[in-house]
């Protein structure tokens, strides 16, 4: 490519995009088609129904135990991973800090445990895959996606920035 | 001492169990944090001879927690504070605490704990010695943190119930905790009491329950919570002086958590009442009703940095906020003793999850928050300010 764009403007010029087009309501369809970030589970909670308030009661270490009694083990990125704000806002309805209040709060009161910090989303995925009772977050992945409608124009996006040298 | 040899047998307990349950799948976690501060004040000392700068305040401690099974878990911590007058830097036993759970779903929780616990009162009194879950380097008034209510207040042996619901977009949350009767240690009982002969203070009676209601995922916040507790003082019987001093707090906080902003106020209306006898025979009796406040704003600038602003009151007699009645009945008295209202501005730090520092300033007026064995009588200005710094480490 002989673009004289440089890839940081391009990046740039993606997000103020993507941030437009969360804030044009319909723009990206239902509002489950702009999320960006998906639960993943270990493999014996395949068949686990995992909604809002489960999810928050999980993440906020309420709860120890899954419905069938097993122990749960929480995997998540450090607080200033975009992702994990991405995914407490999206999936939590919830600001990471606040997590983070509720989670300093039991490990110094004695009264519960901190989440496990992972470095990247490629560990994410290994430890949640080999703990059983595991769950974290992970970036939505083209295969993971199949089942959700994806907005064009974000594909395009894509495209373009990944095209530059 | 008894109370001592508890904390001690609990220690064991929980180490052993702690050690011996190495094998196959029990879950545990160690944590901890130390910080150092340092406060540089005009006119009056705070926290150690910090007219000249005082180091004379830190926090460190190591906290390990296991659970055993999903529904029973056992954590310990063991901490030192420094803070001038107010703190010695001993070692202590800060909790130790049995957690069984009765119910666990997304939408109920319900549980006890044994052993020596945090009392949940406002905001920040249950881990108020860890300057990462505090908004500021030091508390407000509310907290009474230079007032040295440790004993009392902040983490004591005992039995606690809590339990959680969630409903709709309201989670509700419960803790009520009974403390057993205790000890006041010999270096806080010099700070509550100035008698000429010696005397021994203990705390009896003492229950506290709080009650919260997080809206939204916890964009809103309130909580009500109340305190109570008898101290008794005795003296040996020479003196035939005892006394009982009846304390009960009610607390009412509210916090408002914004994408950037968070906006916290809390009000605490505290009840004094004391009577001292002589020979059996009523010889002194008072009633106080005190009270603090605080509005308080953070602004998250980025994830790494917060600034903060904050007003804050407190007044040893609501029916006499200017000390004005209390400084005429009581000749020779400065009125200042009686209120302090702080402004404060700070800003913190946290370039990574282990990492913090804080800087504050605040501008006060009013001496009540002094401790007159830091700044002897009469020497205290009525208006002073004081800078804070403080770097920690958490893990």
Redesign the interface.
């Known amino acids: 490519m002989s673009s004289t764009v440089h890839p940081p403007v391009l990046q740039r010029l993606r997000h103020l995009l993507v941030a437009l087009l969360l804030m044009l309501p319909g723009a990206a369809g239902a509002q489950d088609a702009a999320l960006n970030v998906e639960v993943i589970v270990s493999p014996s909670l395949a068949r686990m129904k995992l ?1 809002r ?2 999810l ?3 993440f906020t270490m ?4 899954w ?1 069938d ?5 929480v995997f998540v990125l ?3 991973n975009p992702l994990s ?1 991405q995914f407490y806002r999206e999936r ?7 997590l983070r ?2 989670w ?2 039991m ?8 989440p496990t ?1 992972v470095r990247s989303e490629d560990e994410m995925m290994e430890r949640v895959r080999a703990t059983p009772g595991a769950i974290g977050f992970v970036r939505k992945r083209e295969s993971s996606s199949q089942n959700r409608f994806a907005p064009p124009r974000w594909q395009t996006l894509r495209l373009m920035t990944s095209a530059a040298p | 001492m008894s109370k001592q040899g508890f904390d001690v047998r609990v220690a064991v307990a929980l180490a052993a169990i702690f050690f011996s349950g190495a094998a196959g799948a029990i879950d545990y976690q160690v944590h901890g944090y130390a910080a150092q501060g340092f406060v540089l004040s005009q006119h009056n000392d705070f926290f150690g001879d910090s007219t000249d700068g005082s180091f004379n305040y830190y926090e460190a401690g190591i906290n390990a927690a296991v659970q055993v099974q999903p529904n029973l878990s056992f954590a310990v911590q063991a901490a030192i504070r420094d803070a001038g007058i107010s703190d010695d830097g001993s070692p202590r036993l800060d909790y130790a605490v049995a957690d069984y759970r009765v119910l666990s779903d997304a939408t109920v929780q319900a549980g006890f704990r044994a052993g020596k616990v945090k009392n949940a009162v406002g905001f920040y009194n249950e881990t108020r010695d860890v300057v990462f879950t505090r908004p500021s380097i030091l508390l407000p008034s509310v907290y009474n943190d230079n007032q040295n209510q440790r004993s009392l207040v902040f983490t004591s042996p005992g039995a606690q119930i809590y339990g959680g619901k969630v409903a709709g977009q309201h989670e509700l949350t419960f803790t009520g905790t009974i403390n057993a009767e205790r000890d006041v240690r010999e270096s806080d009982e010099r700070l509550l009491v100035i008698l000429p002969m010696p005397f021994d203070l203990r705390i009896g009676n003492s229950w506290n329950v709080q009650l919260m209601d997080s809206i939204d995922g916890g964009r809103w916040q309130f909580a009500y919570s109340y305190f109570t507790g008898q101290l008794r003082l005795s003296t040996p019987p020479e003196f035939a002086l005892a006394g009982r001093l009846d304390v009960d707090a009610h607390v009412f906080s509210a916090r408002y958590n914004a994408e950037r902003v968070i906006v916290t106020a809390e009000y605490v209306l505290t009840g004094n009442d004391n009577r001292l006898t002589l020979g059996g025979a009523p010889y002194f009796h008072s009633r106080l009703a005190a009270d603090s406040g605080y509005l308080q704003a953070e602004y998250r600038v980025s994830s790494k940095w917060t600034a903060l602003a904050r007003i804050d009151g407190t007044y040893r007699d609501r029916h006499d906020r200017s000390g004005r009645e209390f400084a005429a009945a009581n000749p020779g008295v400065d009125r200042g003793t009686q209120f302090a209202e702080d402004f404060t501005v700070g800003v913190s730090w946290r370039p990574d999850e282990h990492w913090g520092a804080w800087a504050e300033h605040h501008w006060i007026n009013g001496t009540t928050a002094l401790q007159s064995l830091e700044n002897p009588p009469p020497v205290r200005h009525q208006r002073w300010s004081m800078l804070m710094l403080m770097v920690g480490y958490k893990f």
Do not use: K, Q, W
Request: charged letters at 30%; proline letters at 8%.
């Open positions: 909604d308030d489960l928050r009661a999980v309420r709860v120890r135990e419905p009694g097993s122990p749960i083990r450090p607080d200033d704000d939590l309805g919830m600001y990471s800090y606040v209040r509720a300093d709060r490990v110094f009161t004695g009264t519960g445990f901190a910090v």
